[in-house]
């Protein structure tokens, strides 16, 4: 009796077993080298090849030899995710600038930080929100030599740590991030204290009021959705494009809100701290109804 052979594994399988252990490796290396696996990690993970590719940018700017010391990189992050209000990442590099040497007193505030820090909050908050405005001269006053000026080094260094955490908090936003839940050697939902405050989180901590809040929206959103598709059904003359005028609207109304207005209710002191003039966010360059700005084109 011939003995039966089993079928060879097809290539898909292949191919998902190759992806499977290439993040479950990456994900033991996460864990080694930290101790722990943030969530942005374990989503990046569903990506082995973006996350490793992402690892070697992080560790490029946060470890390896440059001109600004440690502690300033993990400051300037915190520095960037707060003007987006991404209080996730505050709080992950509030930990982390306590970690490498950072001097406590400046987690109380932008204010308590070096002037020569608190120098780059014009550039911060442009970058962010309305990149188009800069010119030579932000750059030209940052590098004008005194007593807290930057070195071109230094400042590459920190437009780049700028950039790079404005985008990690579209990241988070977009894949609805939260923070971990409290765990020895982990960051859980409230950020270190800079006084050492051991007491347990409270309910309407940071990350806790930032993921109700953005829940609450959603399906404030949801309701409106319902609501105008049914006064659809109730005007038969509507046309198609008007409800889709409708819907923009709508759209509009419930997302694009005013800094202002989340100001109280949706962030905590503990990120509005480290941020300047909070009511500046995005503006449409274009003139509606107006000539066009001059552009620059390549073609």
């Not at 995710?81 to 932008?110: D, I, K, T």
């Not at 020569?116 to 932000?138: D, F, G, Q, S, Y």
């Not at 008007?242 to 109280?264: I, Q, W």
Request: net charge negative.
């Amino acid at each position: 009796r011939r003995g039966v052979l089993s079928s060879p594994p097809r290539a898909p399988q292949i191919l998902q077993e190759g992806v499977e252990s290439s993040r479950r490796q990456l994900l033991i290396e996460a864990f080694v080298s930290a101790g722990r696996v943030d969530n942005i990690t374990m989503v990046m993970g569903l990506h082995p090849q973006y996350l490793s590719s992402f690892w070697k940018t992080q560790y490029l700017l946060l470890r390896m030899d440059g001109p600004l010391p440690y502690h300033k990189r993990h400051y300037i992050a915190i520095m960037a995710a707060a003007r987006h209000q991404c209080s996730y990442l505050v709080g992950l590099h509030m930990g982390e600038f306590l970690q490498v040497g950072g001097n406590p007193a400046w987690l109380q505030g932008l204010h308590c930080a070096p002037q020569k820090l608190r120098n780059l909050n014009e550039i911060n908050k442009l970058l962010a929100h309305r990149p188009w405005l800069i010119t030579k001269e932000h750059i030209e006053a940052l590098l004008k030599t005194g007593e807290h000026s930057w070195s071109l080094a230094e400042l590459v260094q920190a437009l780049v740590l700028l950039t790079h955490y404005h985008s990690l908090a579209s990241f988070v936003f977009g894949c609805g991030i939260n923070p971990e839940a409290e765990q020895d050697g982990g960051h859980g939902a409230r950020p270190p204290s800079p006084h050492g405050d051991s007491s347990p989180a409270s309910e309407d901590s940071m990350g806790c009021s930032g993921g109700k809040d953005a829940l609450q929206e959603v399906e404030a959103l949801m309701e409106r959705m319902k609501l105008l598709q049914e006064s659809q059904q109730e005007e038969e003359g509507v046309t198609q494009e008007e409800m889709a005028t409708r819907f923009e609207l709508e759209k509009t109304e419930s997302l694009l809100v005013a800094p202002s207005d989340l100001a109280d209710h949706s962030l905590q002191s503990s990120v509005l701290c480290f941020v300047e003039d909070p009511e500046f966010g995005y503006k449409d360059f274009t003139r509606r109804g107006e000539q066009a700005p001059p552009t620059f084109r390549a073609q």
